[in-house]
């Protein structure tokens, strides 16, 4: 994948990871330890809580990007030789603070793409699984491999793959360890497109600025429906939707939005 070389960090503060504003609002955070294939450690896993408290913070941004570093891999796990001295209480530990920073992932207000440009294996994949979507470059691999390891996963693969892919190909991946490379990945619908490895950056900016164009409020809104329905029965989502369609209404977004079309212009939101 073509990285932004030329491209300010904005946070430099960060060990492990590189955060970016590539365009007004379009962010792009790095896992940057490419000599161990951008391996999840604790202190991964705590920057990672930090930058996206800080992202979600940031009033201006429209679309976060999540990438690995190199062009190898996105995320090849939790790091086995950290995790190979921890007690159990110390794993507990370690899997919460996983499964913590990838639920408030899952909940910034903004929308969050995965770029996967290479293995996302184990807590690769869960990382993945806690975006909103998934480009995947033609390299990516995915897969949770924990059995061949002796533990099971424990970032939440085993309860989010479960509700994107069913129990039968869930359960199939997690007692196999297989990986499945991006086609398979796009046609079980883990991945969204699959570009070269060399397109994978500039189609996720091209889709994040599209998505920037439209209204904040209302994205963070649909969001929330998404999000929350997927623990509702439909009758009680559509409730949900009702009221946040009607709350759409009581917004400057909505008055610009509609304005906008019957003036014949395009809107302008803030
Ligand atoms: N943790 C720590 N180090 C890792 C790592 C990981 N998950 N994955 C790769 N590395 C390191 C390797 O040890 C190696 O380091 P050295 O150069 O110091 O030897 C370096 O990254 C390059 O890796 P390889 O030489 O193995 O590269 P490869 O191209 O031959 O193989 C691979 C690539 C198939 C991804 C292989 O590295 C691999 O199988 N990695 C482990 C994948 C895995 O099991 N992931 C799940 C971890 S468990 C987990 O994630 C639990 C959870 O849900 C929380």
Do not use: W
């Amino acid at each position: 994948m073509n990285m932004p070389e030329q491209i300010p960090a904005i946070e430099a503060s960060f060990e492990t990871l590189l955060l970016n504003e590539i365009q007004c609002g379009i962010y792009l955070l790095t896992i940057n330890r490419p000599k161990v294939l951008n391996a999840l450690n604790t202190t991964v896993l705590s920057e990672l809580a930090q930058a996206v408290e800080q992202v979600d913070n940031d009033s201006n941004a429209r679309v976060l990007l999540i990438t690995g570093a190199g062009d190898k891999s996105f995320v090849a796990g939790a790091d086995i030789t950290e995790m190979n001295t921890l007690t159990p209480l110390e794993g507990k530990a370690f899997a919460e603070r996983g499964m913590a920073a990838f639920r408030r992932l899952e909940q910034m207000k903004i929308p969050v793409i995965a770029l996967v440009n290479g293995y996302a294996l184990g807590g690769g994949c869960e990382l993945a699984m806690s975006c909103d979507f998934v480009l995947a470059s033609d390299n990516a691999r995915f897969g949770q491999p924990e059995v061949s390891l002796g533990i099971t996963p424990g970032f939440g693969g085993s309860q989010r793959l479960t509700r994107l892919l069913g129990r039968a190909m869930a359960m199939e991946l997690l007692v196999s360890g297989r990986a499945m490379n991006a086609e398979e990945a796009l046609q079980r619908g883990l991945a969204n497109h699959v570009y070269p490895q060399s397109d994978l950056l500039s189609e996720g900016v091209a889709l994040a600025s599209r998505i920037s164009q439209n209204s904040p409020t209302a994205i963070q809104m649909t969001k929330q429906l998404v999000q929350r329905g997927q623990d509702l029965d439909l009758e009680n989502g559509c409730v949900m939707e009702s009221d946040l369609f009607g709350l759409s209404f009581a917004t400057p977004d909505r008055a610009e939005g509609m304005q906008a079309f019957i003036d014949n212009r395009k809107p302008s939101f803030v």
